[in-house]
């Protein structure tokens, strides 16, 4: 079992719509949860952090964590062609000043079409 | 880039041939680790620094080298000893969440 796995992909979804990306993890000491998106060719940029069990919202990115089934999901709303990208999960031990060592997903391609 | 830059943003190595990726941060954080990510795959652990003249093997180190002279530089040394070196190269401090800006690494 890989430590992180998120759903397969691609996941297409029209502009609009809402888009649900998961992830499961098998590490139970993970303390720290993020989601990055990657545009083509860039570095991964940090979208949100979740770190206690329940949802966390930021402008149309929610966050959601289940520490007791090991899943942490990322919900985009209302849906924009510029979304479309590789969304990677991404998990630490350690929390607080230093996050030490990431774990990530093998990412998800997500597409928005018009 | 978040006080994080990475140099130069291509690099071309031949076969048989040591080449160094330069990674620098004006963070004044003491720790800074290196990522390697191959297509359609997540990020993996090379090398990392938790202070000046320390550093540690990550889950992927065969083939690489580190130092850490300073506190704002940690460059990475892909030997030829390293077969499969074509990727893309991320540094992180892991004080922040944030990435630079990457080095794609291309073998002619």
Known sequence: QKEVEQNSGPLSVPEGAIASLNCTYSDRGSQSFFWYRQYSGKSPELIMSIYSNGDKEDGRFTAQLNKASQYVSLLIRDSQPSDSATYLCALANAGGTSYGKLTFGQGTILTVHP | ?108
């Open chain 2, 1 to 108: 880039d978040g006080g994080i830059t990475q140099s130069p943003k291509y690099l071309f190595r031949k076969e048989g041939q040591n080449v160094t990726l330069s990674c620098e941060q004006n963070l004044n954080h003491d720790a800074m680790y290196w990522y390697r990510q191959d297509p359609g795959q997540g990020l993996r652990l090379i090398y990392y620094s938790q202070i000046v003249n320390d550093f540690q093997k990550g889950d992927i180190a065969e083939g690489y080298s580190v130092s850490r002279e300073k506190k704002e530089s940690f460059p990475l040394t892909v030997t030829s000893a390293q077969k499969n070196p074509t990727a893309f190269y991320l540094c992180n401090p892991p004080e922040t969440q944030y990435f630079g800006p990457g080095t794609r690494l291309l073998v002619l």
